[in-house]
């Protein structure tokens, strides 16, 4: 199994943080952002991130989280907590859409009103979310991990990048935070990464 992307965190890492977590080998492939334009064309839809799985090549971050999820029972016990999953993880993508666009379009100009009004707004979303399901003391779906959960824990890693208080109003999405942040593998492999010093997005703010 390969997963290639660029040198930065961006829409790969959730794929990464799961492959990690639960043990799956994979080839962490990183594109040189100079050699991206040349590499483009071999790639569904142009884009990557991108999954080689049996030699099978598969885009679209989403469509690639899924299927590890079903390849690896990790999208809930019945259809209607599949649904569930799907449903958390389509609301982590808006937020995250939120985000990138500031971060490319507008980030001088709105960092600071997308800290103060936007971002509080959408966690305070998730924090009564998360509450529906064991008290929100364990993970999206209850008593077991899914794939939407790499998606949050991810999300809130990087929000906490721009701005370290952000958690600090909502008790329950700071405590999934730390559990997520202090499973065994995911520490040690965000360890590596904060020393590699991985860029969160391709322009270099964060």
């Known amino acids: 199994m390969v997963v290639t992307f660029l040198f930065i965190l961006g829409l790969a890492e959730p794929i990464r943080l799961l492959l990690v977590d639960q043990d799956i080998?994979?080839?962490?492939?990183?594109?040189?952002?100079?050699?991206?334009?040349?590499?483009?064309?071999?790639?569904?839809?142009?884009?990557?991130?991108?999954?080689?799985?049996?030699?099978?090549?598969?885009?679209?971050?989403?469509?690639?989280?899924?299927?590890?999820?079903?390849?690896?029972?990790l999208n809930g016990g019945d259809e209607f907590e599949t649904t569930y999953a799907d449903m958390f993880y389509e609301g982590i993508?808006?937020?995250?859409?939120?985000?990138t666009k500031m971060i490319y379009l507008a980030y001088e100009t709105e960092k600071d009103s997308y800290i103060t009004d936007i971002l509080p707004v959408e966690l305070a979303k998730f924090e009564k979310l998360l509450a529906t399901r064991g008290?929100?003391?364990?993970?999206?779906?209850?008593?077991?991990?899914?794939?939407?959960?790499?998606?949050?824990?991810?999300?809130?890693?990087?929000?906490?990048?721009?701005?370290?208080?952000?958690?600090?109003?909502?008790?329950?999405?700071?405590?999934?935070?730390?559990?997520?942040?202090?499973?065994p593998k995911l520490k040690a492999y965000c360890q590596q990464r904060s020393a590699a010093k991985v860029p969160v997005n391709g322009n270099g703010k964060q």
Request: glycine letters at 2%; one cysteine or more.
């Open 135 to 183: 008290d929100g003391k364990n993970f999206i779906l209850g008593d077991k991990i899914s794939f939407a959960d790499f998606a949050f824990f991810e999300e809130l890693d990087i929000q906490q990048i721009l701005d370290p208080h952000c958690l600090d109003k909502f008790p329950l999405l700071k405590a999934y935070y730390q559990r997520m942040a202090d499973r």
């Open 93 to 99: 993508r808006d937020l995250h859409t939120k985000y």
């Open 25 to 73: 080998k994979f080839t962490d492939d990183r594109i040189n952002k100079d050699d991206w334009p040349a590499l483009k064309p071999q790639f569904q839809f142009e884009q990557v991130p991108c999954l080689y799985d049996d030699d099978k090549q598969i885009v679209q971050s989403g469509a690639i989280m899924r299927h590890l999820a079903r390849k690896h029972n």
